[in-house]
């Protein structure tokens, strides 16, 4: 069965810090992994990555892959107050016989504090 | 301009009705998806739809079926309403874009539903 994990589970921090969420994965036949950020209503799509070692940059926020070691990160610099939410990792397999749903992690809650 | 859109977004049913979530996307995806978000926040995929033929129904009771009048609508209905049914329900939607080996998914805004 695929799984992805998230770590921390919840992380609370001050305005101004950096911060590193955590995805592990293990899929059969992985396409691609994606973040999304949620705040009070549905996800919202941040980041996909499908190649090892390529940094996806957007803003104050970046990811990287490492398909090797099946594990991604999302950094976050100068948090804001608004960054705070439930950060989810997602990863996509392929089943062959075309699109398959996203197998989601359980998140990452971020609460930045003034 | 909304990409992906759901009605209602609030639905409160007493058990043992039966009720139907709208799901429409205007973005030219391909394939549409159901996924249900439980109180601990965690999203779990119910249904996905490619060309008008369910690709995935992960253990879901049949008391659920997606309808899909055509590629831009996948309608959720529900019969027999049970409290463990209490969940928001997120519609979202995806293209596969094969020769550049890249995928996106968009989701809706979601439907919270109350069963009393």
């Known amino acids: 069965e695929d799984k992805v994990v998230q770590s921390p589970l919840s992380l609370v921090v001050h305005e101004g810090d950096t911060v590193t969420l955590n995805c592990s994965y293990e899929?059969?036949?992985?396409?691609?992994l994606l973040w999304y950020k949620q705040e009070k209503k549905a996800p919202t799509f941040l980041f996909m990555l499908?190649?090892?070692?390529i940094e996806k940059k957007s803003g104050r926020l970046s990811s990287i892959l490492d398909k090797k070691e099946l594990f991604s990160i999302l950094n976050i610099t100068a948090t804001q107050t608004g960054d705070s939410a439930i950060y989810l990792c997602a990863v996509e397999a392929s089943s062959g016989g075309g699109a398959d749903g996203l197998t989601f992690g359980k998140g990452t809650h971020l609460i930045i504090q003034p | 301009d909304t990409a992906v859109s759901q009605t209602p977004k609030y639905l409160v049913t007493q058990m043992g009705n039966d009720k139907s979530i709208k799901c429409e996307q205007n973005?030219?995806?391909?394939?549409m998806y159901w996924y249900k978000q439980d109180s601990k926040k965690f999203l779990k995929i119910m249904f996905s739809?490619?060309?008008?033929?369910?690709?995935i129904n992960e253990t879901v009771p049949n008391r659920f079926s997606p309808k899909s009048p055509d590629k831009a609508h996948l309608n959720l209905h529900i019969n027999s309403l049970e409290l463990g049914d209490s969940a928001v329900y997120f519609c979202a939607s995806s293209k596969i874009f094969a020769w550049a080996h890249k995928y996106e998914q968009y989701f809706g805004p979601g439907t919270r539903l109350t069963v009393t």
């Open positions: 973005l030219g995806h391909d394939t």
């Open positions: 739809y490619n060309n008008k033929e369910l690709i």
């Open positions: 899929v059969t036949n992985f396409r691609s």
């Open positions: 499908t190649s090892s070692g």
